[in-house]
């Protein structure tokens, strides 16, 4: 182990608008990494993992959102976990090791001996003090966490091959066409001060080949507005893929789960995860009921302090409940999203969905869905303000904001 006197700091790349845009309409009112899951941001999930790191000295969020969107979140979070949280904005796309390249002046200000490095839209359980232990046994530069998949789905992600004695990286691939492996990359990583060498090292190698050949278009545009050190630089395909074999970069498999958040439909699934969590971590946070005093519960359940849930109401399994929120008599929900300000009359049922901020449904209706969460229309969403009236059924359907339904629809996207 390290000594007490090292310092360790984390950074969370949270992306911008641009990288939002299969998250909509959900991120049309909320950047994605604020959107709420199992009641928390999506981003709170990492940074209270990080919580758990020994010697935390600051948490680092780097993205292109406009700094005000995040100030209030960053000065509450800051003063609940009473660690220093800042949100850094990124002038234009480095990449994701040349973002973290970027902002090294300050990232290196304390003089940290380790950097944890990860991406927001990732969930699982962040085994970061685990890390952290195998990191300094295995003496590299970097630990990558990695999981295994199965074969079918394994090239949607950088597929690895390790020692299966060492945990070396032996190599890397990103998106192979073929397969590689059943091992992928986690997008979670911890690595020494070296990384900065590395990725200089990168950024120099690129502008000596742009003086000895004739750079493509894309090559170009980058490097004809920056320095080397500044460089676009991925981290997947410049850093990884041609450090893995030379003993610089071993692995860490979780057993857990892990899922990436890249769809509203994937959200309903990670904030079921995230719940099922609670349970072991932080118990308080879920709700019961027996449907007495109060509405019968079932499974894991969040319900934010300020939401009227009606006694004869009937809640779960994965439901989380925002602030405000009014839910009547009989009303039936199952694996949902229910937003701040949401209202759900009496005897109203919505299964597999995701109800939008100041959203009405109506007596007797069905707001409902397969529950295919890789599927498209597979989970039904309504965006902020949509009115469901009275008795009217809606099924595998997206509803933009500020529309009113007063007819059934089924399988729709509604402009």
Request: one cysteine or more; charged letters at 20%; proline letters at 6%.
């Amino acid at each position: 182990m390290g000594s007490s006197e090292e310092k360790v700091v984390a950074v969370i790349m949270v992306g911008g608008p641009t990288k939002g845009t299969r998250f909509r309409p959900l991120s049309l009112n909320i950047p994605k990494p604020l959107f709420p899951l199992a009641g928390q941001p999506m981003v709170h999930h990492p940074i209270s993992a990080c919580k758990r790191i020994p010697n935390l000295g600051q948490i680092f969020l780097i993205g292109f959102y406009d700094e005000r969107e995040f100030a209030l979140y960053v000065s509450s979070i800051s003063n609940e976990l009473k660690v220093p949280v800042r949100y850094l904005r990124e002038d234009k796309p480095h990449g994701s090791a040349g973002g973290l390249y970027n902002f090294r002046d300050l990232i290196m200000e304390d003089s940290p001996s380790h950097i944890f490095l990860l991406n927001c839209d990732v969930c699982c359980s962040f085994p970061l003090p685990e890390m952290l232990e195998a990191h300094r046994k295995f003496g590299g530069m970097g630990t990558l966490l990695v999981i295994k998949v199965s074969a079918e789905s394994a090239n949607q992600f950088g597929e690895l091959v390790a020692d299966p004695v060492t945990n070396e990286l032996l190599h890397y691939t990103e998106k192979p066409e073929t397969f590689v492996s059943d091992r992928i990359n986690c997008g979670v990583y911890i690595f020494t001060p070296d990384i900065f060498n590395a990725i200089e090292g990168v950024s120099t190698q690129w502008k000596d080949r742009a003086d000895l050949r004739r750079l493509s278009s894309f090559e170009s545009l980058h490097s004809a507005t920056r320095n080397a050190p500044t460089h676009f630089v991925r981290l997947d395909q410049d850093i990884l893929s041609p450090l893995a074999g030379k003993k610089q970069l071993y692995t860490y498999e979780t057993l857990d789960f892990w899922e990436q958040i890249k769809t509203p439909g994937m959200s309903l699934k990670c904030s079921g995860l995230y719940l099922s969590q609670f349970r072991f971590t932080t118990p308080h946070l879920l709700v019961s009921g027996d449907g007495t005093k109060s509405a019968s519960i079932i499974g894991d359940v969040y319900v934010h302090p300020s939401a009227k849930i009606h006694p004869s109401a009937k809640i779960g399994p994965n439901v989380s409940i925002s602030a405000n929120a009014r839910i009547g008599a009989g009303v039936r929900l199952i694996s949902c999203i229910i937003l701040d300000n949401v209202e759900i009359k009496d005897n109203a049922v919505v299964i597999h969905a995701i109800v939008g901020w100041k959203s009405s449904i109506g007596r007797w209706s069905r707001v409902q869905a397969s529950g295919n969460y890789n599927s498209k229309l597979g989970i039904t969403i309504l965006g902020e303000a949509v009115t469901v009236e009275d008795e009217v059924v809606v099924i595998n359907s997206v509803v933009l904001p500020h529309k009113t339904l007063n007819v059934s629809v089924q399988e729709e996207i509604i402009l």
